[in-house]
């Protein structure tokens, strides 16, 4: 079984940046994809980024050059950089983990931008 569990969301004004964490715990492939998704009110769950176990990454267009996401293996964590953040980044941001064909994921954290 895999767990994660994220941190990080907040209430951030308009312009400003957050850091979420997501750390996976269980049983772990070395060899998966990490990412993170997002469902606003109302709204379809979307991709936001993701990044391979090899390192490469895949971002959505809304986010591209605000937002950067990273892992670190050993310690089966990814984190997601985001700046300049604007209101309709308001939402659930979920971490997903992918692994011979099964989806894990997150109970979610709450980013809120708003001034």
């Known amino acids: 079984q895999v767990q994660l569990v994220e941190s990080g969301g907040g209430l951030v004004q308009p312009g400003g940046s957050l850091r979420l964490s997501c750390a996976a715990s269980g049983s772990i492939a070395s060899i998966n994809g990490m990412g993170w998704y997002r469902q606003a009110p109302g709204k379809e769950r979307e991709l936001v980024a993701s990044i391979s176990s090899g390192g490469s990454t895949n971002y959505a267009n809304s986010v591209k050059g605000r937002f950067t996401i990273s892992r670190d293996s050993a310690k089966n964590t990814v984190y997601l950089q985001m700046n300049s953040l604007k209101p309709e980044d308001t939402a659930v941001y979920y971490c997903?983990?992918?692994?011979?064909?099964?989806?894990?994921w997150g109970k979610g954290t709450l980013v809120t931008v708003s001034s």
């Open positions: 997903n983990l992918r692994q011979w064909g099964t989806d894990y």
